[in-house]
């Protein structure tokens, strides 16, 4: 199992990621995000293409910067933060690997981009790609192995990054559905171990069926519903969700 740098603290209490009357202006649309997501939560995040999930993301991860409200992650203000400087690490869907880098360096990455390695992080490379079932591929190059196998690396990448929030940007989308449980089990397994909390955006309402604890629905830039997972799928009477899940 991979090891942090320390030893984890006992997992927080209250909220990991709030976006506290948050305003962004996207072309013709103004979104408005109010979300409290639990620490060691995993909340997946559905809704119709252009609702505004991607941007919801990128207003937590600090790659967009919100006109009015603020971003809340483990109770510090991270509003005006850059990206390299929240505590956040984002996986997504494609680019996640350098065809030229083997899998050790594309792994080392997320202990230090110009890849001065030590003993030490060279450890927590391996570590990191046999937790997530890549032991002794250290050397292959991402052309080399599978699509899955590809995702399986850019996990272990997010791993040695060692931070509490996870974004997962449809990174499963491409697998077929066996091997999207399979992945999806494992970062389940992993947000356990490492007390992580994990927001998901899926096109798939399987994907957030099987493994969220709670969903929110968005549409046209607004959470318009957020509860426990089969509690929203059984939601009836919400136009627009009635409309994405054809009911």
């Not at 979300?35 to 991860?61: C, D, N, Q, R, Y």
Request: without cysteine.
């Amino acid at each position: 199992m991979l090891q942090p740098d320390a030893p984890p603290a006992a997992a927080p209490t209250g909220a990991a990621v709030e976006l506290r009357a948050v305003t962004f202006y996207y072309e013709d649309m103004v979104m408005s995000f109010d979300l409290a997501v639990m620490a060691g939560e995993f909340m997946a995040i559905i809704g119709p293409s252009g609702a505004g999930k991607t941007t919801l993301f990128a207003l937590i991860a600090g790659f967009e910067r919100p006109d009015n409200g603020r971003i809340m992650i483990a109770g510090t203000d991270v509003t005006e933060l850059v990206p390299s400087a929240r505590p956040v690490t984002t996986l997504f869907q494609e680019h996640n690997l350098f065809a030229h880098l083997d899998l050790a360096a594309n792994v080392g990455l997320g202990i230090d981009p110009r890849l001065r390695l030590g003993a030490e992080d060279r450890r927590r490379v391996s570590a990191a790609l046999g937790r997530v079932g890549l032991g002794g591929f250290e050397k292959r190059l991402p052309g080399q192995i599978s699509g899955g196998e590809r995702q399986r690396a850019a996990l272990a990448r997010s791993l040695v990054r060692n931070r509490p929030v996870l974004l997962l940007d449809e990174p499963f989308a491409a697998l077929g559905p066996a091997l999207r449980r399979d992945m999806l089990d494992l970062v389940r397994d992993i947000r356990r171990e490492r007390g992580l909390t994990v927001l998901m955006v899926s096109h798939l309402p399987e994907d957030a069926s099987h493994a969220a604890d709670r969903t929110a629905f968005v549409h046209r830039g607004r959470v318009i519903k957020l509860a426990p997972t089969a509690e929203l799928f059984a939601a009836r009477g919400i136009p627009e969700l009635d409309a994405y899940l054809g009911t």
